[in-house]
């Protein structure tokens, strides 16, 4: 597979966003853009300047207040081929991933886990919840230590932080992050008397990880 080209972090990605976003509202302000590419502003005016550049977009005004942004002939050709490279990477990552992410619902299903509380609100955890929820598995919705995410949407489920706990029915956490899994169980295994898996990898495959208790729930 070719290298991943519009992960969230990424600049193709930040690129589809913007030229997205001016596409849909010519009035919008470099803050709102900020919140959809969970950047600065500051890093909104760094690839603005960059897309005017290339002549992919026009910004009209002299004021903040009465600044607009419009899409140039060459920008909405650009905002044509990165939907069309995101759909295609989309589909051939959902493929690879359904294969590998298999011993992960069947392990849910044996153990009659029904309801499953997303850990990780990026772009793992909405991989997990398609592949999930395409196999039979309930989630319950999404939970975020990052404050820029909470109160965002993916898909249906408004992102909750991990002091919602007690609000969301659940039967388990599954926490979507192969590099931070540990530390994220660690902050949130205290929190609830639920299980908690973490992923992790082997020869390419994802499987979960029963996280062990070693301290009470807090309250106890």
Not at 137 to 152: L, P, Q, T
Request: aromatic share 8%.
């Amino acid at each position: 597979m070719e290298k991943p080209r519009f992960f969230k972090t990424m600049p193709d990605y930040k690129e589809l966003v913007i030229l997205s976003e001016i596409d849909e509202n010519s009035k919008t302000t470099q803050k709102e853009i900020a919140m959809k590419c969970d950047i600065t502003p500051p890093m909104v005016n760094k690839y603005l300047a960059i897309l005017e550049s290339k002549g992919e977009i026009e910004i009209k005004g002299t004021t903040t207040r009465n600044t607009t942004y419009h899409l140039t002939p060459e920008g909405k050709n650009k905002l044509m081929i990165l939907n069309i490279s995101y759909s295609r990477e989309i589909l051939t990552m959902y493929k690879a991933s359904e294969k590998n992410f298999e011993p992960v619902w069947n392990h849910l299903i044996s153990e009659r886990l029904k309801k499953i509380l997303l850990f990780g609100a990026g772009d793992i955890g909405e991989m997990a919840l398609e592949i999930m929820e395409s196999h039979g598995i309930e989630i319950a919705g999404f939970i975020d230590e990052n404050s820029k995410r909470v109160g965002n949407k993916i898909q249906r489920f408004t992102i909750k932080s991990v002091n919602d706990l007690n609000e969301i029915d659940f039967d388990a956490i599954v926490i979507t992050s192969y590099r931070h899994g540990v530390e994220m169980a660690n902050r949130i295994i205290s929190k609830t008397e639920k299980p908690v898996f973490i992923f992790f990898l082997e020869n390419g495959v994802t499987y979960l990880k029963l996280v062990e208790r070693t301290n009470k729930r807090e309250g106890n």
